[in-house]
């Protein structure tokens, strides 16, 4: 049995609504009019779209025994070769997607790997999504002798650059950092044939796109190049077909669908009132693994506070606090260990936690995108979940209209429940975060900053700011008094740094 596919040529500029079985590629959209075939994978599970043998026990063992659409329809083509733009919805299965077909591709390679270099690279915007795309590798290849590095900011970069001294197959890494090292000829890409950029939008956009062209130009020129998200704004679209040759884009839904398993509400709260109405509604024992975002480090660390005084279990995770803190506050979320998780955007995006019975927008994000992503913590792999957002009507009517244009609907409003059962008081059993510990992590975090000598992308004689510029390159907003966050993941003015590459091969 075989399923057609139709292919067009076309470039990439903009939204392209497709069915679910169309994949549309390359430059010349009249022109050119292919069409490929496939095999029926529908039950072929992923040895029939092309998987090494040695990986398919390892996947089976992850819990993928049939291939979600986006690995369907995106795997063949990767496994063929291709440059790749998927767009497809929260939870729905991309990094596999990716992984699997570099994977795949590397097991088969006969040649040796050189010092420090790299065969894949998958970026991604924050270290937490860094950290669990290499966990996942590193499940998907067990037992396949795959090595893998991660490479990340705000922990020792000794232990990094050891375990990239002999070369490895996959390295993950956030861009901050990896420009550091590539500068410091600590890692080489120039052997670095795959390169996947997952959460696109995000890293192609003002805060990091300077950095992804300097890692993109280092690495081979006939590299292969995947593109992932579950949003992809116009503007940012075009400048991914800068980094695409010839690609094939598979648009499971449409940039900015929602998952239609969460269901979604407005409540309409003035911001004074929104701490009493978040207390109160999370005296509904439904309410079993919640991730509260808000829009600034400020707001996440005075709902915490004030969850806290309410005896509520918390813990927060945002770009002020140290990675262990990071980490450790997501882990325990993981864990279960920790029912309420509050968080900026640094945690909105590729964050995988199965579970999450809901998600609260304390305010609405800046850039509407991050709606798509922070409700997409929920209803993950075709589980259900809630999406509630507290919306202060007085404040934040353009925010609303932003994300509903971004997803395409209207959002239902409905008044915030009363409390169900008398909001806990006491101590919670989770031990705060004190204000001695938070100032020595940001001190932790101004010390590193200090570095010297001329760098990957800088101009002799610039000052250096390799690593407080990485940390602001992931800090992208800087703190604007108001609190806003200033974590990896967020976008905003960024000063254009020149770059000047050290003299090296293409
Ligand atoms: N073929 C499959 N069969 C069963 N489960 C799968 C399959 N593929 C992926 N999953 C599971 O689905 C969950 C979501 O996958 P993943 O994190 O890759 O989603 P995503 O599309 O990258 O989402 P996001 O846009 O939020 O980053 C993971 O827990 C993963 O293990
Ligand atoms: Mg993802």
Redesign the pocket.
């Not at 992850?62 to 979600?68: I, L, N, V």
């Given at each position: 049995m075989f399923q057609r596919f139709v292919v067009y040529r076309k470039r990439i500029v903009g939204r392209l609504r497709l069915p679910l079985d169309v994949l549309r590629t390359g430059d010349n959209p009249a022109s050119a009019r292919e069409e490929i075939k496939l095999e029926n994978t529908e039950t072929g599970g992923?040895a029939a779209l092309g998987i090494a043998g040695v990986l398919l026990k390892a996947?089976e063992n992850?819990?993928?025994?049939?291939?979600?659409p986006?690995?369907r329809q995106s795997i063949p083509a990767q496994i063929e070769g291709r440059d790749i733009l998927g767009i497809?919805?929260?939870?729905?299965?991309?990094?596999?997607?990716f992984s699997l077909p570099i994977l795949s591709k590397i097991i088969g390679l006969g040649d040796k790997r050189r010092a420090k270099t790299a065969r894949a690279l998958i970026l991604a915007p924050t270290r937490e999504?860094a950290v669990?795309i290499e966990e996942?590798i590193r499940m998907l290849s067990k037992g396949a002798h795959v090595s893998t590095a991660l490479v990340l900011g705000g922990v020792s970069r000794l232990s990094q650059i050891k375990k990239m001294q002999p070369g490895v197959d996959v390295l993950v890494a956030t861009p901050g950092r990896l420009t550091d090292l590539v500068r410091e000829n600590c890692i080489d890409l120039s052997d670095t044939r795959w390169l996947v950029l997952?959460?696109a939008d995000r890293m192609l956009d003002m805060g990091f796109i300077n950095d992804v062209k300097r890692i993109a130009k280092a690495t081979r020129k006939d590299r292969q190049t995947a593109l992932?998200?579950?949003t992809m704004p116009q503007e940012v679209a075009s400048l991914a077909a800068g980094l695409l040759h010839d690609p094939v884009r598979v648009e499971v839904a449409p940039q900015g669908t929602t998952v239609a398993e969460v269901t979604q509400v407005l409540h309409p709260v003035v911001t004074k009132e929104k701490k009493r109405v978040l207390s109160g509604m999370l005296t509904d024992p439904a309410m079993a693994s919640v991730i509260v975002f808000t829009r600034t480090k400020h707001g996440a660390d005075a709902v915490t506070r004030n969850l806290e005084r309410d005896g509520y279990n918390v813990a927060a995770i945002h770009g002020n606090k140290s990675q262990n803190a990071r980490q450790r506050a997501l882990n325990g979320f993981k864990a279960g260990s920790v029912r309420i998780l509050v968080a900026t955007d640094i945690a909105a995006?590729?964050?995988?936690v199965?579970g999450i019975s809901h998600v609260v927008n304390y305010d609405l994000p800046d850039e509407p995108e991050s709606y798509v992503?922070r409700i997409?913590?929920t209803g993950?792999?075709g589980a259900s979940g809630a999406a509630i957002t507290l919306y202060d009507p007085g404040a934040e009517n353009a925010k609303l209209r932003a994300v509903e244009r971004v997803i395409r609907m209207k959002l239902p409003m409905k008044d915030a429940p009363a409390a169900v059962g008398p909001v806990p008081v006491g101590p919670s059993t989770e031990r705060a975060e004190t204000s001695t510990q938070r100032s020595s992590d940001n001190r932790n975090r101004s010390k590193s900053g200090q570095k010297s000598g001329q760098k990957f992308g800088q101009k002799p004689g610039q000052r250096d700011n390799a690593r407080s510029g990485g940390e602001r390159r992931e800090a992208i907003w800087t703190n604007d008094g108001a609190g806003r966050d200033s974590t990896s993941d967020q976008r905003g003015p960024q000063k254009k740094r020149p770059f000047r590459r050290k003299s090296r091969a293409a």
């Open positions: 992923f996947t992850a819990g993928m025994t049939e291939p979600k986006i690995q497809a919805q929260t939870g729905s299965g991309k990094t596999a997607a999504l669990q996942t997952d959460e992932f998200s579950a995006r590729g964050i995988d199965v992503h997409g913590r993950r792999n």
